[in-house]
């Protein structure tokens, strides 16, 4: 079973337009959730997790466990920001992850 | 200091060819991943190591895949009598502590494998 959605594979905005990348997550447990990003040519970075509560090159997430949400938001897009998203979950020993979103920010 | 290395950064091989894959993870990093990831997919997870134990091999597809961190650093993903279907990027990440610590992982660049 998909245990991480990412409904969008790929996401235009202009620049200076908000931009929220969806994730929705199956678990049972107490969910861990990441974002992860990797820009082009680069390897895969953490981003942001939720336990942390921090805010990292404007990106926020908030987990809803109601939802099962935990979707990405920036209220304003840069160029710099186009990239491949990936959502994860980690359940203890398995980290699941999205098939990612490709945002494209366009000027 | 340098970040997880992963050799081959490419590797092509004929059916049926075995090969092996590399990763050197952060030094000091007890724990060591290693992902699948297919084309227009996300990582999915192969095995994960706590220092040299093999905790959880569950992602491996089929048992020509075996993974060994003998000395707890280095670690070695072989495939044997590869098939198209494993064509891919391999990727290895290390961090600090155990999954249950919430620790940040780092990737390395990966290994894109192509079977023909």
């Keep these: 079973a998909q245990r991480v959605t990412q409904p969008e594979k790929l996401l235009s905005v202009f620049k200076g337009a908000p931009v929220e990348l969806k994730c929705n997550y199956s678990y049972s447990g107490s969910p861990e959730l990441f974002w992860y990003v990797q820009y082009s040519r680069q390897r895969l970075q953490l981003l942001l997790r939720h336990i942390s509560r921090e805010s990292i090159k404007g990106f926020t997430a908030d987990l809803n466990k109601g939802e099962t949400s935990f979707h990405l938001k920036k209220p304003f897009a840069q160029e710099e920001d186009s990239a491949m998203y990936y959502c994860a979950l980690n359940t203890g020993n398995q980290f699941y992850f999205g098939t990612g979103t490709s945002l494209t920010v366009i000027p | ?116």
């Design chain 2, 1 to 116: 200091g340098a970040g997880v290395s992963q050799s081959p950064r490419y590797k092509v091989a004929k059916r049926g060819q075995d090969v092996a894959l590399r990763c050197d993870p952060i030094s000091g990093h007890v724990s060591l991943f290693w992902y699948q990831q297919a084309l227009g997919q996300g990582p999915e997870f192969l095995t994960y190591f706590q220092n040299e134990a093999q905790l959880d091999k569950s992602g491996l597809p089929s048992d020509r895949f075996f993974a060994e961190r003998p000395e707890g650093s280095v670690s070695t993903l072989k495939i044997q009598r590869t098939q198209q279907e494993d064509s891919a990027v391999y990727l290895c990440a290390s961090s600090l502590g155990g999954p249950l610590d919430q620790e940040t992982q780092y990737f390395g660049p990966g290994t894109r494998l192509l079977v023909l």
